[in-house]
């Protein structure tokens, strides 16, 4: 309710209370009877009592307005025992005016005036119905006791149900205050104060019963109990008010600093009797505004609503100087008395001391929130780290929620550190941050990416209805990381392999990282994009850790050792090459295949020596062969990360040149991966050994991502197709399209075709009759060590030394296609 509506309904209201007290005293006027003379002095006496009874000693502060407690009723009740009906009312009329004929305010001179008079002909009509009735003459005769206090009781309670009516009504509308409120204000003081009236008023009437003029003492009588009424008042308001101090400064020991505010705004206004409290704090531009029991504002201090009214402020102090205001808003002017004054300082320091608690607790809630935050994510990209992603899988571990499977997609950014080195790590970042962000638009509610360090990523897959979603979901957000990222103007392409693993029924989350990392080991080996972790494969085992502390002990004392399998020609059945298989014949748990434990040794810094000691047999093993008449080339599987090794080329080199084999002689065999074929560091160590003459041949062609755009990077000399389509060869049109597509694009390019995995006749005619010229497999012979493979190679097949098979046609059969001149030209030992 706005003030201007406040004054119009308290104006009418006055207005109404004015005309009843006008009609009231104008009847009164018409109907008093004459005066005697010697009656004059009585009437006088009697208004000016009740105008000293009516005198504003006891006020109190409501708000913008003071609620007055005179000592009225007993000298009204004196009138209305004494005199007839209507000089009561005009004597009460009279000295009600003659007592605030001085305030400045007609508007309450009116009310006070006119309630007074109502109250009063309430009180004299009830008198007079119980049986009070003073004679016309004004002569004072006694009546009986009972009769006396009977009506003065009555009469009592008619005035003071008609005084707190009013009263109470016009304290509502003018402050506001609830009416019940206003009305319970002091009632207890009030009900004494007019119960000593009644008694007061009955020794009186008795008095005057026996002399009139005994009435005049009744004024320092009535001064006396104002005097008392009023101490008793005030220090009951004391006590009251620092009551509620202590009661309020005890509900502002939160440590929420909203909650500070809160209480101080709407508490405030009650506890000061004012309008509203508003608390503004300086640094945040914030200001909370409220009135009693009811929050008003809480926003900017730009945009709280204005105000009008006479303020009040008291300073809230702080360890590093002002801390904020407060003030207090009054409808009109309002001055503190010294008490208030104190307690307004006093709430003010408390409030002060909550809002630096509040603020502390804020501070140091903040500084714990980003330290678990910390704790918990990835600083860069602000994605989860390793810790809350093992957390988060133990909870659902836990609770093995039915909705659906979840599984661990473990991601690695293939070769990011060549973007560290090229680009810088600004570049690296901004890169780290794009993956980060596109992993995360890429889940769905529920998942959690995290990044592990460096280059990988971790995404936990929850709610899968199948295995398969997962992978499905898994090659969606590789695919999703390979369109170009743009850095500095520059447009980056970065590739990652990623491994799937379903949570496996025990071991928990640890298993499952585990699993994942493997399956993403084995993307990476085959330059897949994904994998998913399958139990057959799953060759980093718990003593996968043990071989790793043993990696340099087998390289010092040789427990490397290399088998071969030889390469043969298809039509003619004679062995053109061999390919080397490494083992590592470990003392305790005999011969261990490439499978059980290549991974460990790349992870490892043996790599380089146990490449070293691969080519040092065989080389070794050539120069052997060659020594026996067998000129035969060997071929040397090569891991992906070996290519990163800048001095690789150089080892390699000279290993050969130790061992005087020429460098046509050493086939190096590459993981078809499109990523290797686009750094640049493997560029360069490809070129500087095709240069040198070493050939190279692309393992597994047509098994990868991107065949044809790894074919044309790297300055292959071979393609070796994989055993899935060479088993598949007689059954399945679709492998036997892959391999004549492959020869015809081998011969385009004049390079030679080497089958693997050859285990039957019929496998072989079928190869030969699709234009491959070589192949190795269990048909001709399994992997074995040099030595026995020398002896094979003397006892030949038919007779003839170097043979393994009979040839497929006799000779002259067969028209050879003329060889066609080219840079890339096939291997002298094999046919074009």
């Known amino acids: 309710m706005n003030d201007a509506k406040t004054d119009k309904q308290l104006r009418l209201y006055v207005g109404l209370v004015a005309f009843a007290g006008s009609g009231c005293l104008l009847v009164s006027a018409r109907s008093a009877p004459a005066v005697p003379s010697g009656k004059l002095l009585f009437l006088a006496a009697l208004t000016v009592i009740i105008a000293a009874a009516s005198g504003p000693v006891i006020k109190l502060r409501v708000r913008s307005d003071n609620r007055v407690f005179p000592a009225t009723s007993g000298s009204i009740l004196l009138a209305v025992a004494t005199v007839p009906l209507p000089w009561a009312i005009i004597c009460t009329a009279l000295g009600a005016l003659a007592s605030k004929v001085f305030l400045r305010q007609p508007i309450k001179v009116t009310f006070n005036v006119a309630k007074d008079v109502v109250a009063a002909t309430a009180a004299a009509s009830v008198a007079f119905v119980i049986g009070i009735r003073p004679a016309a003459d004004l002569e004072i005769r006694a009546s009986g006791v009972p009769m006396l206090i009977l009506g003065l009781v009555g009469a009592a309670l008619a005035y003071a149900i008609v005084d707190d009516l009013l009263g109470s009504t016009v304290m509502h509308l003018a402050t506001r205050t609830p009416w019940r409120q206003a009305l319970r204000h002091n009632r207890d003081v009030v009900m004494r104060i007019r119960s000593v009236n009644v008694v007061l008023a009955l020794g009186t009437v008795l008095v005057v019963e026996q002399e009139e003029l005994l009435i005049l003492t009744m004024v320092p009588t009535v001064l006396a109990l104002q005097l008392a ?80 009214g006479s303020m009040i ?215 897949q994009r994904t994998a998913t972790y399958a139990h057959a494969r799953d060759t980093a085992d718990v003593g996968r850790l043990v071989l790793g502390g043993e990696l340099t002990r087998a390289v010092t004392h040789r427990e490397f050792v290399v088998d071969y399998q ?196 019929p496998q072989r005619h079928a190869l030969w009759e699709l234009g491959c010229v070589a192949g190795q497999g269990h048909l001709f012979a399994r992997p074995m060590r040099a030595g026995r493979l020398l002896a094979t190679l003397q006892r030949g097949s038919d007779g003839k030394p170097g043979f393994l098979a009979s040839p497929l046609h006799k000779t002259g059969s067969v028209v050879r296609m003329p060889r066609r001149r080219n840079p890339r030209s096939p291997l002298p030992h094999l046919p074009a």
Do not use: C
């Not at 460096?454 to 997962?470: N, R």
């Not at 043996?606 to 000691?613: G, I, K, R, S, T």
């Open 229 to 308: 009424a009023k101490n008793r008042i005030r220090q009951r308001a004391d006590q009251e008010a620092w009551r509620r101090l202590a009661g309020t400064t005890d509900r502002l020991n939160v440590t929420d600093l909203a909650a500070v505010l809160h209480a101080a705004v709407t508490l405030a206004p009650e506890l000061f009797s004012a309008d509203e409290a508003e608390i503004e704090l300086r640094g945040e531009d914030r200001l909370v505004r409220g009135s009693a029991g009811h929050l008003r504002y809480e926003g900017t201090v730009t945009g709280a609503p204005a105000r009008d």
């Open 313 to 527: 402020e008291a300073e809230l102090d702080g360890p590093d100087g002002p801390a904020g205001t407060l003030r207090l808003r009054f409808r009109k002017p309002v001055k503190l008395n010294e008490s208030e004054r104190y307690k307004l300082q006093t709430f003010a320091s408390s409030l002060s001391t909550a809002v630096g608690n509040a603020r502390a607790y804020a501070e140091l809630k903040r500084i714990n929130a980003e330290n678990a935050y910390a704790a918990t994510h990835d600083p860069l990209t602000g994605l989860a780290n390793r810790r809350e992603l093992l957390d988060q899988a133990n909870q659902i571990f836990a609770r093995r929620a039915p909705e659906g499977m979840f599984a661990m997609l473990l991601i690695d950014l293939n070769h990011f550190k060549e973007v560290n080195d090229t680009l810088g790590h600004t570049a690296g970042d901004e890169v780290l941050r794009e993956v980060a962000r596109r992993l995360e638009d890429a889940t769905r509610p529920g998942d959690l990416v995290a990044r592990l360090g460096g280059d990988e990523f971790a995404v936990l897959l929850t709610g899968l209805p199948a295995p398969a979603v997962a992978t499905h979901r898994a090659a969606d957000m590789l695919a999703i990381l390979e369109q170009p990222i743009e850095v500095d103007g520059m447009q980056l392409t970065v590739e990652a392999a990623g491994g799937i693993a379903l949570a496996p029924g025990s071991g928990g989350v640890s298993e499952l990282m585990r699993r994942a990392d493997v399956a993403m080991y084995q993307a990476k080996r085959s330059g």
């Open 566 to 761: 030889p390469i043969v020609d298809l039509g003619s059945g004679e062995v053109v090459s061999a390919e080397t298989l490494a083992r590592w014949h470990h003392p305790e748990h005999g011969d261990l295949t490439p499978m059980q434990f290549l991974d460990t040794v790349e992870r490892s810094g043996q790599l380089p020596a146990f490449v070293d000691a691969v080519l040092e047999q065989a080389l070794t093993s050539v120069g052997a062969w060659r020594e026996a008449g067998f000129d035969l080339p060997v071929a040397v599987n090569v891991s992906p990360r070996s290519l990163l090794d800048p001095t690789f080329p150089a080892a390699v080199l000279a290993r050969l040149a130790a061992h005087a084999v020429p460098a046509d002689r050493l086939v190096l065999e590459l993981a078809e991966t499109l990523t290797l074929s686009q750094l640049e560091v493997v560029e360069r160590a490809l070129t500087e050994l095709r240069d040198a003459g070493v050939r190279l041949a692309l393992d597994d062609f047509g098994t990868g991502v991107s065949s044809l755009s790894v074919l044309s990077r790297i300055p292959v000399h071979q393609l070796k197709v994989d055993r899935e389509f060479v088993v598949a060869v007689e059954t399945s049109p679709e492998a036997a399209a892959v391999v004549r597509s492959t020869v015809d694009l081998a011969r385009s390019l004049h390079l030679t075709v080497v089958a693997e995995g050859v285990e039957s006749e």
